[in-house]
Each structure stands twice: as C-alpha cells, then as structure tokens.
Nanobody, 119 residues
C-alpha cells in the first residue's frame, strides 16, 4: 500500500511558476514509476508527466513540454512538478500517481491539489 499526498497548488497569474510536491509513504518509493496527471472542470483526466524509478527517464505531454519539469528525490520519498510559464489552460486539479509494474497502469493516486491560473 502506498499513500500519496500532493501539495503546492494555489492561485497564480499567467506567466507565474509553481512547484507541486507529492510525498509518498508505504512501500519503497523507488520501486515506482511516478506520474503527474491533471483534470480540468468538465474534461477528462489527462497525462502530464512521468519519471522513471531512479529519475533517469522523463516524459511529458506536448502541452507542457518545455514549461514543466518532473523530478524526484527517492531519499525524501517525494516527486515534484516544477511548472513555469503557467497559462490559464493549465488550470486543473493535479494528481500524482504511482505505477509499480511500469505498464502505465497506475496503482495508487493522491487526492489532488488545485492549480488555478488567472489571465
């Protein structure tokens, strides 16, 4: 069992930056590929970014590539999402998730943190 708790969301203006954190507890954090997803009102949840177990491989949605950076600190059991040059269309609830098998079928999810970007 893994518990995930996101933090760092808030209300910012377009062009600002935010860093989201996701703290994990439970089974060995480094066993999991970690991902960030988001869901805007009235829309389906969408993939944002993913990072390998030791942080060597990262993948991004085209919509955030070049603006967002995912990273992890396995010693602190935490994954981060640095978000720069935020746009109003980035407004959503952001979730972190843990994938044990590496099949992009995420086993555990956090409760989400709201990010609102005003124009």
């Amino acid at each position: 069992q893994v518990q995930l708790v996101e933090s760092g969301g808030g209300l910012v203006q377009a062009g600002d930056s935010l860093r989201l954190s996701c703290a994990a507890s439970g089974r060995t954090f480094s066993s999991y590929i970690m991902g960030w997803f988001r869901q805007a009102p009235g829309k389906e949840r969408e993939f944002v970014a993913r990072i390998g177990r030791i942080g060597g491989r990262t993948y991004y949605a085209d919509s955030v590539k070049g603006r967002f950076t995912i990273s992890r600190n396995n010693a602190k059991n935490t994954v981060y999402l640095q978000m720069n040059s935020l746009k109003p269309e980035d407004t959503a609830v952001y979730y972190c998730a843990a994938d044990f098998a590496g099949t992009e079928s995420y086993d555990y999810w956090g409760q989400g943190t709201q990010v609102t970007v005003s124009s």
